[in-house]
Nanobody, 124 residues
Framework: QARLVESGGGLAQPGGSLRLSCAASGFSLDYLIIGWFRQAPGKEREGISC????????YYTDSVKGRFALSRDNAENAVYLQMNSLKSEDSAVYYCAALRSTHVAGCVGTIEAWGQGTRVTVSS
């Protein structure tokens, strides 16, 4: 059964860093994209960063560009989101997702699975 398991998150001070991990299993690789989405209280869930498993192309929404970075570990079937220079507005529940698409732009595609979510709080 295909599944995603997240880890990481927690509390960070403004300007600090956190790393989120997403371990994927059971997915075929065709057009597979692993994305990170976040949902803040009272707001819609938004796709912030995605990476293609087939060609490692990446997408970052403007609000995280230059601060967040994606990486993959094929041996661990894991995708990592390194979050630096955190701001209070980054506080949200973060979800990884497996989606199918021919491109990573906008993290738009057919969602196949969601991770369980992990909370990130940025506060002094």
């Amino acid at each position: 059964q295909a599944r995603l398991v997240e880890s990481g998150g927690g509390l960070a001070q403004p300007g600090g860093s956190l790393r989120l991990s997403c371990a994927a299993s059971g997915f075929s690789l065709d057009y597979l994209i692993i994305g990170w989405f976040r949902q803040a209280p009272g707001k819609e869930r938004e796709g912030i960063s995605c990476i293609s498993v087939t060609d490692d192309s990446t997408y970052y929404t403007d609000s995280v560009k230059g601060r967040f970075a994606l990486s993959r570990d094929n041996a661990e079937n894991a995708v990592y989101l390194q979050m630096n220079s955190l701001k209070s507005e980054d506080s949200a529940v973060y979800y990884c997702a497996a989606l199918r698409s021919t491109h990573v732009a906008g993290c738009v595609g057919t969602i196949e699975a969601w991770g369980q979510g992990t909370r990130v709080t940025v506060s002094s």
